[in-house]
């Protein structure tokens, strides 16, 4: 191991400019203009694959954007780990707000700053790197494994159930391993053993054919904008608890002693608050805010658009109205069930006033493990390894809908070792990813073959 190290030492300002490259290739899955990067990327991904040593690479095609796979199968009697990541990434606007350009990848202060530095191409590279550096060092790798690396996770992986489904047979292993979260914070590393889902709606309210003179109409009709207004108010109350009946059947109660490890975490509220900019922290009554990010569902307005926006004043109503919406979900809940709850909840305190539009979205189930199975433990001490500390165990508030997936399609555990942080910036201007991270997390990659290969 301390040859492989050594070699990771070595090749640190390597790694870093092959990253740039990596990172300088727009993969936006969401915008269809980008299709033709988001396929050149997964080509550089299979490239690259190739180049670290991996075997069998493919580009292989989906109704949507394709999945790149490869494999390194030579351990006889040795676990197969299936490491799961995602090649796309998220828009960029607003823009203007991006210090340097989201895909010329500029380091500053130890950090790479870069769209898709942290969420999720670092984080896939680091894993790749640590391939290369052990079949370098050491000519073999002590666990058989495989890729598989998607184009499609940022807009709700829409393809990769049926494919995990076609490809059962190919995917056969005995533990997933993914990075695409942030550890706990910094200096924290740790161990993610549950994850929110996901149900997306779009609604669209129409009040009348076409926009109207406020003053000649107004009083005569309803406004959508101001009835959205008063949908939305009825989707949760004062005290952050979400009013669609019910919405909280199938949630799992958060026990006693987990709430216990939570208040035992490093949480620091003042902080959080003040990074975040809040005058003052909301959410459901009765919990913790590390309860409420994890174990608790939430609605969220994600975007809301109606009238007249611009400079100055101008006298209208507006024809129509839109808010997009999700809840975060947590055990047991389930994404469609809740969408049906909430689409009838919509309907009902929709006023005849105005015409009722609902678009599903994409979704995704929640997730929980148990975390005192072998390979868990085998990541905490790769993990100590890496970064010189024993990690902590977390959920998160975020989704990655395939774990569950991974659970119930292939039966198999996942570990989600992530090693982003934070405040770095995921889905936001100025994303990045701390070096030093990147860089313990190729060492804990490296020597989770190792710890694993000898279970
Ligand atoms: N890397 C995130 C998932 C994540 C975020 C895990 C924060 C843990 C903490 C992932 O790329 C992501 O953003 N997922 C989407 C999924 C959605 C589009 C179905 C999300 O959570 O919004
Ligand atoms: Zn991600």
Known sequence: MNDVIDLININRDRYVDELKSYLAIPSISALPEHAEDVRACAEWTAAEMQRVGLENVRVIDTPGNPVVYADWLHADGAPTILFYGHYDVQPVDPLELWESPPFEATVREGEIYARGAADDKGQVFMHLKAVEAVLRGNGRLPVNIRFILEGEEEIGSVNL????????????????????????DRGVPSICYGL???????????????????????????????????????????????????????????????RAEFARLPFNERRYRNELGAPKLFGERGYTTLERLWGRPTFEVNGMLSGFTGDGAKTVIPAVAMAKVSMRLVPDQDPDRIADLCEAHLRKVTPPTVELNIKRMHGGRPWMTDFDNPFVQAAG??????????????????SIPVVATFQEVLGLPSVLFGVGLPDENAHAPNEKLDLGNFHNGIIASAALYNEIGTL
């Open 381 to 398: 001490r790769a993990i100590e390894l890496g970064f010189g500390r024993r990690p902590v165990f977390n959920r998160e508030g975020g």
């Open 161 to 184: 159930e049926n494919f995990v489904r076609e490809h059962k047979d190919e995917l056969a292993a005995d533990v997933v391993v993914i990075s695409d979260s942030p550890m706990f």
């Open 196 to 258: 929110r889902g996901l149900t997306y709606l779009q609604i669209d309210l129409r009040g009348t054919a076409s926009d109207l003179h406020s003053g000649s109409f107004g009083g005569a009709v309803a406004n959508p904008a101001f009835v959205l207004a008063q949908v939305l108010a009825q989707m949760k109350d004062r005290g952050g608890r979400v009013k669609i009946p019910g919405f909280y059947d199938d949630v799992r109660p958060l026990l006693d002693a987990e």
